[in-house]
């Protein structure tokens, strides 16, 4: 089975600080992955997705991240934070195999603050 | 519609009471997927329709919990006899693709709060 598992359930940096948030992926074959972004009260946001194109993806609002298949890892990166990426950031995997379902299977999530 | 429409927002339920949540997905979109998010975690998979055809339930929790989308178009999300540990955000999301391309991106509405008293 497919998993993705998010190491550290918060993340506090400086504003202006490099932001990195880390994931990790579980897969017998190279799956889809994505990261979305949640602001309070509201609904998942995709930032990027790799899908076996370019390793290096870049999504919005500044954020990129690097498709590792020998970490079997996922990153997620932004040279220099911002107060407005305070929010909560999940990684999800989509199966990448004939006749799956392309539903997402998400981390339990990383919540960034963004210190003054 | 632009968005994921859900409706409604909050809702607050007595334990033992049916509730039914509403998801209007974006015009045109083949693939619904209803998830579940409780408090702290991240959402997790509870059912997938293409069209009207409910392909996938296997996250449904138990048999309480029923969801339908009739004319391929809006879903409903019931839930009987609520109890206590149903108290969570249901976030409904919706893609263009037939739901065969892991590749198709989710568009997902703000979601449901439920809580159940």
């Known amino acids: 089975a497919q998993s993705v598992t998010q190491l550290g359930s918060h993340v506090s940096v400086s504003e202006g600080a490099l932001v990195l948030l880390r994931c990790n992926y579980s897969?017998?074959?190279?799956?889809?992955l994505f990261w979305y972004v949640q602001y309070p009260n509201q609904g998942l946001q995709l930032l990027l997705k790799y899908t076996s194109a370019a390793t290096l993806v870049k999504g919005i609002n500044g954020f990129e991240a690097e498709f590792k298949k020998s970490e079997t890892s996922f990153h997620l990166t932004k040279p220099s934070a911002h107060m407005s990426d305070a929010a909560e950031y999940f990684c999800?995997?989509?199966?990448?195999?004939?006749?799956?379902?392309?539903?997402?299977?998400f981390g339990t999530g990383t919540l960034l603050a963004v210190q003054p | 519609g632009a968005g994921v429409s859900q409706s409604p927002r909050y809702k607050v339920a007595k334990r033992g009471q049916d509730v039914a949540l509403r998801c209007d997905p974006i015009s045109g979109h083949v693939s619904l997927f209803w998830y579940q998010q409780a408090l702290g975690q991240g959402p997790e998979f509870l059912t997938y329709f293409q069209n009207e055809a409910q392909l996938d339930k296997s996250g449904l929790p138990s048999d309480r919990f029923f969801a339908e989308r009739p004319e391929g178009s809006v879903s409903t999300l019931k839930i009987q006899r609520t109890q206590q540990e149903d108290s969570a955000v249901y976030l409904c999301?919706?893609?263009?693709?037939?739901?065969?391309?892991?590749?198709?991106?989710?568009?997902f509405g703000a979601g449901s709060r439920l809580t159940v008293l």
């Open positions: 999800a995997v989509s199966p990448n195999y004939g006749g799956a379902t392309n539903k997402l299977i």
């Open positions: 999301a919706s893609s263009l693709g037939q739901g065969k391309s892991g590749a198709n991106v989710l568009t």
């Open positions: 897969s017998s074959v190279p799956p889809y």
